[in-house]
């Protein structure tokens, strides 16, 4: 929740992201439509070798969409919450650029 509250008032810098958002058969954390980007938070459990094969056949399937998807943990969002906000902001800064160029 804390990662929402943080990129929820992007919406007014161009930057709508949807929380719990449907892209084919997955529930994508966080969603960025207009930067196809994609925002994964992990818990413990996605160390675990089923869960990184599950993730790594998902991720693969949403950058065949046209998606880039960010991956961090819940460890790291929680300790680090200003570095990861400016890592997914300027990300999708960069993606929506690219797609308007």
Known sequence: MRLW??????????????????????????ECRRAQLCVEVDGAQHAASSAMNYDMVRTNWLKSQGYEVLRFTNHD??????????QIVETAKRRIAERNA
């Open 5 to 30: 509250f943080r990129l929820r008032p992007m919406r007014n810098h161009g930057m709508a992201f949807r929380r719990q958002s449907p892209i084919g058969n997955y529930i994508i954390d966080f």
């Open 77 to 86: 969002v929680l300790k680090h919450t200003d570095l990861i906000l400016d």
